[in-house]
T-cell receptor
Framework: AQSVSQHNHHVILSEAASLELGCNYS??????LFWYVQYPGQHLQLLLK??????LVKGIKGFEAEFIKSKFSFNLRKPSVQWSDTAEYFC??????????FGPGTRLSVLP | EAQVTQNPRYLITVTGKKLTVTCSQN?????MSWYRQDPGLGLRQIYY???????DKGDVPEGYKVSRKEKRNFPLILESPSPNQTSLYFC?????????????FGPGTRLTVL
């Protein structure tokens, strides 16, 4: 069975700091990869996704992620975080089937 | 407005009392799914449905039932809730056109079973 791990449970940054959240998955075949964000009290929203092609994908709100197949990784990055980026971030994997596997989430707190 | 709705948003119940959480989408999506979210575990898929009258188990189906009699609705049924089903539940939908890959989530239902 697939599994998704996220390196950090809770990350605390000051505004303008750079962000990188790690994500690794276990499935060895072709996969689709996603990052979702959940702002406090809200539902999940799609930040970005990777299906194929350029391994560096850009999403909303200045986020980007890089797919490194050899490392089974899909790390999320943002050059300069804002207080409004405080949220929980989930990495997810889907192998062209219908079963989605989510990571445990990383809580990001950005201090003003 | 395209959306996934869930009702109720909050529910407190007692062990063994049957309950249903409704989920409805207005985007004509073929695929619908239920997840539970627990601290430190992320989202785990309970059941999913590829289309009307087609449902399949996800990773944690025990203690839950679903039905898909209409395309827009996908209710989650707990026949005999237990305290370990206390959780935050999300419904999601996606379309065949997107390859079922871009999911739209509902606002969540926070369930407490005493």
């Amino acid at each position: 069975a697939q599994s998704v791990s996220q390196h950090n449970h809770h990350v605390i940054l000051s505004e303008a700091a750079s962000l990188e959240l790690g994500c690794n998955y276990s499935y060895g075949g072709t996969v689709n990869l996603f990052w979702y964000v959940q702002y406090p009290g809200q539902h999940l929203q799609l930040l970005l996704k990777y299906f194929s092609g350029d391994p560096l994908v850009k999403g909303i709100k200045g986020f980007e992620a890089e797919f490194i197949k050899s490392k089974f990784s899909f790390n999320l990055r943002k050059p300069s975080v804002q207080w409004s980026d405080t949220a929980e971030y989930f990495c997810a994997v889907n192998n062209y089937g219908q079963n989605f596997v989510f990571g445990p989430g990383t809580r990001l707190s950005v201090l003003p | 407005e395209a959306q996934v709705t869930q009702n109720p948003r909050y529910l407190i119940t007692v062990t063994g009392k049957k309950l249903t959480v409704t989920c409805s989408q207005n985007m004509n999506h073929e695929y619908m799914s239920w997840y539970r979210q627990d601290p430190g575990l992320g989202l785990r898929q309970i059941y999913y449905s590829m289309n009307v009258e087609v449902t399949d188990k996800g990773d944690v189906p025990e203690g839950y039932k679903v039905s898909r009699k209409e395309k827009r609705n996908f209710p989650l049924i707990l026949e005999s809730p237990s305290p370990n089903q206390t959780s935050l539940y999300f419904c999601a939908s996606s379309s065949r056109a997107s390859g079922y890959n871009e999911q739209f989530f509902g606002p969540g239902t926070r369930l407490t079973v005493l």
